[in-house]
Nanobody, 124 residues
Framework: HVQLVESGGGPVQAGGSLRLACAVS????????MGWFRRGPGRSREGVAA???????SYAESVKGRFTISAEYAKNTLYLQMNSLKPDDSAVYYC???????????????????WGQGTQVTVS
């Protein structure tokens, strides 16, 4: 059973940085995507960034060049480094994981098998 626990959200000023972390347990690395989704106020859920073990990464166009997804497999932890934050980045950020054929498809479909509880990011 896959479990995901996020941390690292909070308030930040525009132009600032935050790093989100997600402790992941119970997964197997073969053909498995992990990533981040977000839902801002009055908006639908959006795929932000995804990676597949030792393979590809994908990003939403709105965060390319500003956000970086990475994983520290020895610590079973997924990260999202967010730089140059904008007020439009304010949202609840969810760590997610699940089987996938590609990070791009998985991110666009927006229907991972496993979800964390979410962490609030507020940019002002």
């Amino acid at each position: 059973h896959v479990q995901l626990v996020e941390s690292g959200g909070g308030p930040v000023q525009a132009g600032g940085s935050l790093r989100l972390a997600c402790a992941v347990s119970g997964y197997t690395r073969d053909t498995f995507c992990m990533g981040w989704f977000r839902r801002g106020p009055g908006r639908s859920r959006e795929g932000v960034a995804a990676l597949e073990f030792a393979a590809s990464t994908s990003y939403a166009e709105s965060v390319k060049g500003r956000f970086t997804i990475s994983a520290e497999y020895a610590k079973n932890t997924l990260y999202l480094q967010m730089n140059s934050l904008k007020p439009d980045d304010s949202a609840v950020y969810y760590c997610a994981a699940g089987p996938c054929s590609s990070t791009r498809v998985w991110l666009n479909l927006g229907d991972p098998a496993y979800w964390g509880q979410g962490t609030q990011v507020t940019v002002s």
